[in-house]
């Protein structure tokens, strides 16, 4: 199988419902992702599932190495619908939570090690808030997800994001380990391809 290095599943979530949730959260306090020399501005985050056990802020956004016992944290049960949105993911979750794009920030180019299917792992982005002028490349391609859609990105790829616009950019982002059903969108998506090309 081909594996790419992007692929829109073919399902999508609620994007008034998921501003709701994230509106649930206005009082939580968004912790700095720890990566700082690959972003210019503000690029924050909340976790909703974390390593089992964590506590520290920076250990509770970025799993530590090894980390198996995934839990949800105190903020999910205030959303219920971003309960409903990672239940109907019929594989395995790690860490999950809500990621910020300040207006006017940038994440550089960079790529994270063994954040791609082919490493048995997807990382999902579902876009909560977003505006026209936020650009997000992916091997220099830019990719357009709209609100309530659901993207695999293979992260270990050079990627990076432009916030040009006057508003925040906000995706919930799952981390996500490979099973047969995770697996099944991949080989549609190979089959489709293939079929295609022989055309």
Known sequence: MVFPDRLCFPFAFDPALLAR????????????????LNYDGRWDVIALRAAAGETHP??????PPGATVFADTPHLARCPYFREVLASFKCPLRAARVMRLAAGSVIKTHFDPEAGIEDGQARLHIPILTNPDVDFRLNDVRVNMAPGSVWYLRFSDPHAVANRGTTDRVHLVIDADANDWLMGFFAAADRSRSALTTL
């Open 58 to 63: 920076a250990r509770l956004i970025v799993a």
């Open 21 to 36: 949730d994230l509106a649930a959260l206005a009082d939580v306090a968004w912790y700095n992702h720890v990566a700082k």
